[in-house]
Structure formats: C-alpha cells, structure tokens
C-alpha cells in the first residue's frame, strides 16, 4: 500500500491563501476569467499524514505575456520550520492591457516519444466533486449554464485535478522522496468527457502528456522527476 500523502495534495491547503490573495482589495482583476496556465512543485522530503505543516503563499511577480498579464503565485509547505515542499503557479489575465513584469519563460517540455499509459473516462460530476475537495468552486467546472457564459461548450475539468492525476498513475506504489512535476495547462478537458495520459520512456526526468481521446489535442503537458523510497 502506498504511503505518504500524494505531492499534490499541500496545493489544495495552500489554495485558499491564493484566493485571500487574488481577492484583495487592490488585486486588479475579478478572480473569475483567470486562466490557470502553469503550476510547478517541488516536493524536498517524504510527506506523511500526520505531518503538521505550515502553509505560506505570497504574490510573486507580475509576468508580461504574449496574451495578457499573468502572474505567479509562490506556496510553501514548512514542517518545523524546514522547507518541505513548494509550488509555483502562474495565472493570466486573458486580453489585458499596459502589461507589466518580466518575460514569462514557459515550462520547458522537450519533445521525446510518448507511449499511450492510461485510458480515463471523465464524468460530468468530475467538477463537482472536486470543487468539494480542494474549495476551488470556480462555476466554470462545475456549472453547464455559467461554462456557456464563458464560452464553454460544457464544463471543464479542473487544471489541478488533470495533473494529479497524471502524477498519480505514473508514480510508483512507494513512498516518494523528493519530486518535481512542472505542467503547463493547455486546452480544456471537457465533462463528460475522455482523455489519454501519455508519458516518455521511464527514468530520469519524464515527459508527460494528457491528451483528448483521439491523442491529438494536448491538455496538458509537462515533465516528472522523483526519487522513490530506498
């Protein structure tokens, strides 16, 4: 049975820092039409339930990009005062003007030969259930009316629970040490739906693709490194 917690689960503790963030008084846009573009986590040390962690998240820096503005959102895990695990984030503001910050650097993905891994059915009540878990309520995932408002066909799954999943059926069952997933989101997953995790030959820093059923529209796409339990 696999130990230690999932490497992606100290972001759903760290999230609600990012709205307290993103909500602020002086925040210059509405939360909602914010695009999840990137989200990037470092876990240092083997992670365990009992853990008491202490969460920190702060803005960190403006990003010019070639479709609006986006930003980056630092979170760190602390346990006894010792870094454990950190994530960046990057969001965009779609079409905004008088951009600011340095140039974005989107994750690196180096093209290598992917083979087919795994085959998922997405319900329509993926949104909703994962909303209830990690508090992201965006109406976007969980709502066919507001997603059309968006220009949505139907809902969308969430960018977090596409690269948890992805993470999940390429680690192996053991305890994992330290990891590095970095992941750009790139177009919607639809609910309900399908997708097609695909990932490069194992070893070494991974390249990892979660694709629509046909495997040739990519949801997102990044690399996975980690260092199992000896």
Known sequence: ERCGIPPTFPHLLGFPLHM????????????????????????????????????????????????????????????AGSLVWESRSVYLRLGARDIRGRPHQPVATPDAPLSTMLRLDLPASLGRRYAKV????????TSAAAARLF????????????????IAALLPNAPVETLTAAIAFKT?????????????????????ELRDRRETKPHLRGTLAFRAAA
């Not at 990690?134 to 995932?141: F, L, T």
């Not at 919607?188 to 990892?208: K, V």
């Open 134 to 141: 990690s508090g992201d309520a965006n109406p976007i995932h």
């Open 20 to 79: 307290a963030l993103l909500l602020r008084p002086g925040f210059p846009f509405p939360v909602i039409g914010l695009v999840h573009l990137e989200n990037t986590i470092r876990q240092h040390v083997r992670l365990e339930s009992a853990d008491a962690l202490e969460i920190e998240a702060r803005f960190a820096g403006w990003l010019a990009h070639d479709k609006g503005q986006a930003l980056a959102i630092d979170t760190r895990a602390l346990r």
């Open 188 to 208: 919607p997953a639809f609910l309900p739906g399908g997708a097609c995790l695909m990932a490069g030959p194992p070893g070494g820093t991974r390249l990892i």
């Open 151 to 166: 220009g949505f066909p139907r809902p969308i799954a969430h960018g977090m629970w596409s690269k948890a999943r992805a």
